[in-house]
């Protein structure tokens, strides 16, 4: 009997990561070079790659070689080499700060090659290897795909204060094009994983808005899309103050949240009929 429960437990274990592979759809899988020592540095590389359902990272302490499968339309290697360089470790197309490779236990810090390091908001050319050509788009860039997403998220949520459905729709036809313009392969680490996280829902929020004219079944889309651009604007940089505000009236009697530029409210959800309903619990700078 013990050894039929082994038997079972070991193809319990075989169909559960059997199951978990297949959840990567639009599968790609490449192999590249990683540098480390030791198995602090296989946990810590593997850690800083993967991605629930996006990507999967896994490295080999001997041959320092990485097999990297991913989702071809959700993320890229670019991306995932970067995360991992951000968590201390070289490849041959980036190379980690000096800060967080310092921070690495001395069993972790591997030979270097003099080369200039990849910085958290941008990656410098010549830390690319001439036989790994990658074209960067600079962090600028997506600092103002972010800021359309965010200018069209406020236009959505002014109409919905004046209760003007066919201003709320057009605004969320211009907010879904926005979306679909990021390159998420610019984006920071943090944006990037937020980006993948709330990136189907937000669409489907806006795509919602876009497709009505009506300003109730707008408003029930309203609320999850703030809640996902919440998540996104707490990892980017702002030049100007963003106020999260709550209305507990709201989605019948249970509450929701919106965002805006300015602290004084005026809620989306109610528009003339409450226009000051709510208050606001959280300033984002």
């Known amino acids: 009997m013990k050894l039929i429960s082994k038997i079972w437990v070991a193809i319990t274990v075989l169909l559960s990561f059997t199951s978990c592979e297949a959840q990567i759809k639009n599968e790609k899988t490449e192999t590249v070079k990683i540098y480390g020592n030791c198995g602090m540095c296989e946990k810590r ?4 790659g993967n991605i629930n359902n996006i990507a999967k990272v896994d490295w080999d302490v001997d041959t320092k070689m990485a097999t990297i499968t991913y989702d071809s339309k959700k993320t890229n290697q670019d991306a995932i080499l970067k995360s991992i360089a951000l968590s201390g470790h070289d490849s041959d197309t980036f190379l980690a700060p000096n800060e967080a490779y310092s921070k690495l236990p001395s069993c972790c810090q591997y030979n270097r090659i003099a080369k200039v390091p ?4 941008t990656v410098a050319s010549d830390t690319i290897s001439a036989n790994s050509k990658v074209d960067m788009t600079n962090h600028t860039t997506a600092e103002n795909q972010l800021k359309a997403v965010f200018d069209n998220y406020f236009a959505v949520k002014d109409a919905l204060v004046k209760t003007d459905g066919n201003t709320a729709s057009a605004k969320a036809t211009a907010l879904l094009s926005a979306i679909n313009a990021v390159k998420m392969e610019t984006l920071k680490t943090e944006e990037h994983n937020v980006w993948m996280k709330v990136l189907k829902d937000t ?10 004219k009506d300003a109730k079944h707008q408003r029930d889309h309203f609320d999850t899309l703030s809640k996902n651009i919440y998540e996104l604007i707490k990892v980017s940089k702002q030049e100007t103050p963003t106020y999260y505000q709550f209305c507990p009236m709201a989605n019948n009697g249970k509450g929701a949240n919106w965002l805006s530029k300015e ?12 226009l000051s309903c709510g208050k606001v619990t959280e300033t984002i700078k």
């Open 263 to 274: 602290d004084v409210v005026k809620n989306p959800y109610y528009g003339s009929m409450m």
């Open 118 to 121: 990849v910085k958290v908001n």
């Open 203 to 212: 669409k489907e929020d806006a795509e919602h808005i876009s497709g009505t």
């Open 45 to 48: 590389i593997e850690k800083a």
